[in-house]
Structure formats: structure tokens, C-alpha cells
């Protein structure tokens, strides 16, 4: 029935599906590299948390006001998951805000 669905029109859902794969697949290409690597290092707990965390803010951090401005001004509805990924983006330098200018705001830098 998934199959059907999928053939039928929603190339949308197949193409996030396939990069969710070629997520995992890197993911693991990664863990085995890093496990295997020269031996001496090998993962616990802890350092699998680092890992899947690297690059991100830590949770709880709230958006910045620049970010969440542009987000209401741009979206019609927010808070939304759009509305809150466009405000993160502002917050981190990529997009302009509403001044027109690509800022970094901590802890986001």
C-alpha cells in the first residue's frame, strides 16, 4: 500500500526518503570509521552524544529576537516548524533580517 501511494504522484516523499537512507548510511560509514579507525579509540556513551550533538546549539538555547521578528514578519502563521527553522537560520548569520543585514547572534556563533 506505501509502494502504491509513492508511485502514485508523491516523488516529494521518496526523495526525502531516499536522503533520510543517505543520512543513515553516512552516519554509520562514520561510526565504523571511527570504531575501527587505529584502535585506540572506541566510543562510549558519552562521546556518541558529542557526536550527534557536534554543530548544534544546546536545547533549551531560545531564538533570538532578530530571528523571531523576521519569522512573523515572513510567515503568516508562527510559531511553525518553517517559521522556527527560517528565525534559526536569521539567528545564525545565514539569512537577513529585518534590517537587511546577515548578523550572527550568540549562542548561535
Not at 5 to 29: C, P, R, T, Y
Not at 45 to 51: A, H
Not at 80 to 94: D, I, L, P, T
Request: charged content about 30%.
Amino acid at each position: 500500500m506505501i509502494e502504491e501511494i509513492l508511485d502514485n504522484g508523491h516523488d516529494w516523499a521518496q526523495d526525502h526518503i531516499a536522503e533520510s537512507k543517505n543520512n543513515m548510511d553516512q552516519v554509520f560509514d562514520f561510526m565504523m570509521n571511527h570504531i575501527e579507525g587505529d584502535g585506540e579509540q572506541h566510543m562510549d556513551d558519552n562521546s556518541f552524544d558529542d557526536v550527534i550533538g557536534e554543530g548544534r546549539k544546546k536545547a533549551g538555547t531560545k531564538l533570538c529576537a532578530r530571528g523571531k521578528a523576521a519569522a512573523k514578519s515572513k510567515f503568516k502563521v508562527y510559531p511553525s516548524a518553517y517559521g522556527n527553522g527560517f528565525a534559526v537560520q536569521v539567528c545564525q548569520g545565514r539569512m537577513k533580517g529585518l534590517d537587511g543585514k546577515k548578523r550572527c547572534s550568540p549562542p548561535y556563533c
